[in-house]
């Protein structure tokens, strides 16, 4: 089964590692790599549409 | 502010290289996520098995790691971008007071915060009113 971590407004925001495009190249994001910053993650349906 | 969509690093190239470039000189100036399969997706609980993409998930992240806030629609609305704004200037008033300065509802950069204290209980009336946030 899987475990599913509990989203909540208070807790760690769970970890993560994703391919990123950043500029003109192709990168690697660490969710970790942004303590010591405000962070917005902006989840959205597909490129090309209206986000 | 990091961007996630289900979709290939290569297609987020192309479409800030054809698209979005157009809408913003030089395109995005925040690194594009590939969430194959929605697998970040569905740890934050923003994934759509149905459609298998990202729902619009709005996540306010501090710099301690922890979630301040966070917003889900589904995918007809757009979000609000001022309001995301506002949110983090409002978290980060809240953090630089080490939390004696609460924000109300409404508020907005450069109106009064609150300093909670067993004297407001009861006198909010006092300082905030509705009709007045809106001005």
Redesign the interface.
């Known amino acids: 089964m ?1 475990v ?2 509990m ?10 590692s ?6 003109g190249r ?2 690697h ?1 660490e ?2 790599r ?18 | 502010m990091l961007s996630l969509s289900v979709d290939s690093v290569y297609v987020h190239k192309v479409w800030n290289e054809s698209e979005l470039s157009k809408m913003v000189p030089g395109g995005v100036p925040f690194p594009m996520l590939s969430d194959p399969g929605g697998k970040i997706g569905r740890e934050y609980n923003v994934y759509n098995e149905d459609t298998a993409v990202d729902l619009r998930g709005t996540f306010i992240i501090d710099p301690d790691g922890v979630i301040q806030g966070y917003q889900v629609l589904t995918s007809v609305v757009g979000r609000s971008t001022d309001e995301i704004i506002r949110l983090i200037h409002a978290f980060q008033i809240v953090r630089e007071s080490k939390e004696k300065e609460f924000t109300p509802a409404d508020w907005k950069p450069g109106m009064m915060v609150l300093k909670p204290a067993v004297e407001l209980v009861g006198r909010v009336w006092e300082m905030w009113k509705p009709d007045r946030s809106r001005e």
């Open positions: 899987e599913r971590t989203i909540k407004a208070g807790k760690p925001a769970p970890d993560f994703a391919p990123a495009y950043y500029q192709f990168t994001v969710l970790s942004y303590r010591e910053q405000w962070v917005v993650l902006y989840f959205y349906g597909g490129d090309y549409t209206f986000v």
